[in-house]
Structure formats: structure tokens, C-alpha cells
């Protein structure tokens, strides 16, 4: 692990942009070469070494403690930076947040502020750098920046689809949300795979299969490597009016001895154990990739939520209940007889009937064999496929 530290003087931070929206220079095909972190005195720098000046905007985040570095789309050579901890940074991470913007994300230890931010030009055989050092604060001081930010403005929304058009014959809307994706890799199997690929991968098979038939009308909340917020994917399913929403997952656990798949609905009291701890996991997906969680507001939402989830939750269970003996067909084992519930986030749309599928423990070494197999994941595409059509041959929502 790269994390020497490079002691500028001061005067050299002679500013390209001290604000903390610079946009002065393009930057086509930016890389980071190399980042490190440094502690100097009460304050911890980072620094990232590009090819070439890079616009940025960096902000604040609350619960947990977060700084979040905005970027144009590049390619990362500085390796892997899991290991980097110093100073008030306790991790970080970066990856692709929506097409055009890649996202760097810093985990800290508490309230910060930041002291400056700069970009140098190459000098003394060193390229581009960017600068952010960093201080503690109190909590007070941090969440009035919090404040600040929030009401000048962040916009991280992404665009969404239009519903589909309407025709003489009904047509069924389903959505396949294949989950994680571009900064949240999701759970990593025994090999190193990520999630976010083997739920994209079924994701698209199943919309292949399903697409097939004329009375389906298929879209997927990602068909790339994008990331999106768990609150994103709900929006999507609701803009689409969509009949049923079915997200896609590959579970990782500690046991190794675990495996096979389980089917989800939602519910503020978890079935078990397991199922709560699931959910927490899955949750996760917002903080890893530095969504602003706490903007969001949630008490009108339960109300609404309250009233017309009490129908919506009786077809997602009608289809969860179809689903689970599908996918014991298409050979991969199933967790317990039915299927169970928690607090996922993702299955939080009050009109769209949503059930989130675990297609097994990327952690267990059959589970992962299978579901890497382009033959495992069809096989399981298919089995989602066929209780899709016996749930809307049975009901009409
Ligand atoms: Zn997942």
C-alpha cells in the first residue's frame, strides 16, 4: 500500500479553485495514477495524482460521517485503496456513480471540516494533484455545512424512464432491478466476483426471456455498471406503474457451509434473524455509495406508505409464494419452505407489489460455481420467468 506522504509547503498551494465547485478545466479520458493519505499536525490530506485537471465538487454527509468527492468519469490506476487508513479518514472508496461522474467517498471519524481543497499543476516531475486537507470539527459546526449544502442546492437525482405507452391490449410492466452496481460492488463471492455482476447478468436474462412475449413490458432500473440509490430503484418501479418489481441479489455470509436462495417481501417486523441482518446489509447499498440519506423524508412517506401497502403487500406475497418452489425446479436449493421478510429498503414502493430474490450465498463454493455459470444463471432467469407468468395468470392488479 501506497501512503507516503508529500510535504508541500503551504505557499506551493497556490490555488487553481479554493471554492468547492471548480469548473474551469475539461478533463477527457481522466485517470488517477496514485492517491495517499497523509497526517500533518491536526490535519489530514488527501491527495489524488491525475493526468490532467479535473473539475470536482466535494460535500459533506451526515450519519454516518462522510466526505464525498464528485469527479468526471475516469479510470482508476492507483490499485486498490481499501487499506488506506489514516489520520480522521478511516476508508475510502471510489467508483462509478452515474454515467459522467465518478464518485471518491472518504469514511471519517467524526465531524469535519475541510480547510481547503486545490489542484496543482504539474511540477518537479509530478503531475496533476488534487488537494483536500481536512480537520476535526465539532458536530454542531458540521451539520450547519450540512445545512448549508443542502440548501444551496445538491442535485444527485438520476433521469427516469417515461411509463410506457399505453395499448389496446394490457399489458403487464414488470421491472428487474439487478441490484448494487458502478460503486457498490455488492457482496464478493470466494473468487473475487462481485455481485453487481451476477445480478445484472439474470437481470438481463430474465428481461430476454420475458420480453419474448408480447404481453410483457420489460425494463430494468440498470442495464450497466451504474450505481443507483436504493430510493432510485423504488421511484423507477412507481414512474413505470410497474404490475411487479422484482429485485435481484447474491448473498454473502461469514459460513461458508451456507447456500442456497430465498425470497423476500417486505415488512417492518424481519421473519428472523437472518432476514433483519440481510436487510441491514442490503440497506447499505445508499451509504457505501454516499447518498444523502438524511434528506430524505420519511414520515409523509409512512403515512402513505401505511395505507395503500396493506393490498400491494398481499400480491407481493402472492408472487413470493410462487416463486420460491420455481426456483427449488430449476436445482438451486432453497432456504426454508417459504419465503420471508424484513425492512429492505428497495421493496418500498406502496403501489408496486415487489419482492426481492436472494439467488444464493456467492460465500459457498457450489452457490458460486452456479451462479457464475451462464447455465446456473439462465436456469434461474427461467424459473423467475415462469412465476411471473403463473402470477399474472392468476391475478389481474
Ligand atoms: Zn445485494
Redesign the pocket.
Known amino acids: 500500500m501506497v501512503s507516503r506522504f508529500f510535504r508541500l509547503p503551504l505557499l506551493l498551494l497556490t490555488l487553481l479553485g479554493m471554492s468547492l465547485s471548480v469548473t474551469a478545466f475539461a478533463a477527457p479520458g481522466l485517470e488517477v495514477s496514485a492517491v495517499r493519505l497523509g497526517q500533518h499536525e491536526t490535519k489530514t490530506r488527501f491527495v489524488m495524482e491525475l493526468n490532467a485537471a479535473p473539475t470536482f465538487d466535494v460535500f459533506l454527509l451526515a450519519d454516518p460521517y462522510r466526505i464525498v468527492i464528485d469527479l468526471p468519469e475516469l479510470t482508476w490506476r492507483a490499485g486498490d485503496t481499501s487499506l488506506h487508513r489514516k489520520g480522521v479518514v478511516r476508508n475510502f472508496r471510489w467508483g462509478l456513480f452515474k454515467k459522467g461522474t465518478s464518485r471518491v467517498v472518504l469514511d471519517v471519524t467524526g465531524p469535519v471540516k475541510i480547510l481547503q481543497t486545490a489542484v496543482l499543476p504539474p511540477s518537479s516531475g509530478m503531475p496533476w494533484r488534487f488537494f483536500m486537507d481536512i480537520q476535526e470539527t465539532d458536530n454542531t459546526a458540521f451539520r450547519n455545512t450540512v445545512d448549508a449544502q443542502r440548501r444551496g442546492g445538491e442535485a444527485t437525482q438520476v433521469a427516469l424512464v417515461a411509463p410506457p405507452p399505453p395499448s389496446l391490449v394490457r399489458k403487464y410492466t414488470v421491472v428487474i432491478d439487478a441490484?448494487?452496481g458502478g460503486i457498490d460492488p455488492?457482496?464478493i463471492g470466494q473468487s473475487g466476483v462481485y455481485?453487481k455482476k451476477i445480478?445484472l447478468a439474470v437481470a438481463r436474462k430474465i428481461r430476454d426471456i420475458l420480453a419474448k412475449d408480447k404481453k410483457y413490458n420489460v425494463l430494468m432500473t440498470r442495464d450497466d455498471d451504474t450505481f443507483l440509490s436504493l430510493r432510485e430503484r423504488v421511484t423507477f418501479g412507481r414512474s413505470a406503474k410497474a404490475d411487479l418489481f422484482i429485485s435481484v441479489?447474491?448473498?454473502s455470509i461469514s459460513r461458508p457451509s451456507f447456500r442456497g436462495a430465498a425470497v423476500y417481501t417486505l415488512s417492518e417486523n424481519a421473519s428472523d434473524d437472518e432476514a433483519a441482518e440481510l436487510a441491514k446489509?442490503?440497506n447499505k447499498?445508499d451509504l457505501i455509495a454516499g447518498v444523502d440519506l438524511s434528506a430524505q423524508d420519511d414520515t409523509v412517506q409512512g403515512i402513505l406508505i401505511d395505507l395503500a401497502q396493506r393490498e400491494t403487500k398481499n400480491f407481493s406475497v402472492k408472487f413470493a409464494e410462487m416463486l420460491t418452489p420455481e426456483i427449488a425446479r430449476s436445482g438451486m436449493t432453497v432456504r426454508g419452505k417459504s419465503h420471508r421478510f424484513a425492512g429492505f429498503r428497495v421493496l418500498k414502493a406502496p403501489d408496486v407489489p415487489s419482492v426481492l430474490v436472494?439467488l444464493g450465498y456467492l460465500s459457498n463454493r457450489e452457490d458460486e460455481r452456479i451462479l457464475k455459470s451462464a447455465d446456473g444463471q439462465q436456469k434461474l432467469a427461467e424459473a423467475i420467468a415462469r412465476a411471473v407468468d403463473k402470477y399474472f395468470k392468476t391475478v389481474d392488479p
Open positions: 441490484g448494487h455488492g457482496a455481485e445480478t441479489h447474491a448473498d446489509e442490503e447499498s436472494e
